[in-house]
């Protein structure tokens, strides 16, 4: 029985990537509904080989709606995907408004799509930061297999994690250094054209950034609150595609060879790892994919039971419009969505 499905924030990068994804899947929909803030009245997304015309978020009546995608940044989530669930419909969040709420499962299905069943009692369902999806999927498989102790992260994420104004910054400061014009940071706290910036998001007292706490919670919170956790999270000039390198620290042994056939066998990852120039995936090959890349596996010789990798995956899919479209599915399969109408 098709849904029909609401997806505000549908101008931005992850809403318009939902509505890609949507369509690819052909997701069960009797209709998709793109809605926006009042700025966008007048304009229209693409919607496969439809064009949707956007409406206002503030004049809409989700009555009738069954699933709500959200993306439109936490304060909007705060204020309405409470109104939106109660109206009946299950709202799935990509912001950060909800996910370390207790009563809100934190879901990546490949890894915890259990966590649905233990019901969703304020009708919202967390997407986790795009940097949290892709490094869970690829350690889930290996935690299984070895149990976790320890990951230390280092993020190279690009710009389009922002939101479409940092692209725009990117660009235009890109185009200034080549035309020798006054370059002014207004996203970012530095230049971020031909730069690297060891800060995601504001400060914490702990010295981290928000956007590092994120993941350090949401890993616990998704894989198991035992695997202890650090991380620095560096914004790079990258438009779309977030990398990681990850070292883990194991309870029981497990060498590079066995972890590279794990994660061949493990849902949602593509090992790409030949020692041999460019035989690893960078952001430019993730763009526009659906999996999770994991390359350069390897001993770390430096502990007793230790791997290193480099992981990559297309934060506005995987980390963040796939996988809120994989949620809904998830509720379809399982049965646990009910028609609001
Ligand atoms: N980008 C990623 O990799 C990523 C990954 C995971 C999660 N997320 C999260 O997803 C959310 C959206 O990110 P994004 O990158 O798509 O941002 P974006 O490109 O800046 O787009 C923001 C969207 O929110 C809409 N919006 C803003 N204020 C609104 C309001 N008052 N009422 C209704 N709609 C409003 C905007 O509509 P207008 O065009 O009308 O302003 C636009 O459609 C954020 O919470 C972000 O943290 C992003």
Redesign the pocket.
Known sequence: MPFKVAV?????????EMLSVLSEREFPASEVVA??????VGTSVSFGDATLK?R???HFDFRDTDICLM???????KE?SPKIADDGALVID???AWRMDREVPLVVPEVNAHALEHGIKKGIIA?P??STIQLVVALKPLHDFATIKRVVVSTYQ?V??????AMDELFSQTRAVFVADPLEPKIYPKRIAFNVIPQGGGWLDSGYTTEEWKMMVETQKILDPDIQLTCTVVRVPVFIG?SESVNIEFEKPITAEKARNILREAPGVLVVDKREDGGYVTPVEAAGEDATYVSRIRKDPTVENGLNMWVVSD??RK??ALNAVQIAECLINRKILKHAA
Do not use: D, I
């Not at 505000?8 to 318009?16: E, F, K, L």
């Not at 809605?35 to 966008?40: F, G, I, M, V």
């Open positions: 505000v924030g549908a101008t931005g990068n992850v809403g318009r809605l926006a803030s009042s700025r966008s956007v206002p978020l503030e993306s439109a940044g936490a304060n909007v989530s309405w990509n912001s950060s997407n930061n795009c690009s389009s994690g922002t939101g479409k104004e977030h934060n506005l980390g963040a």
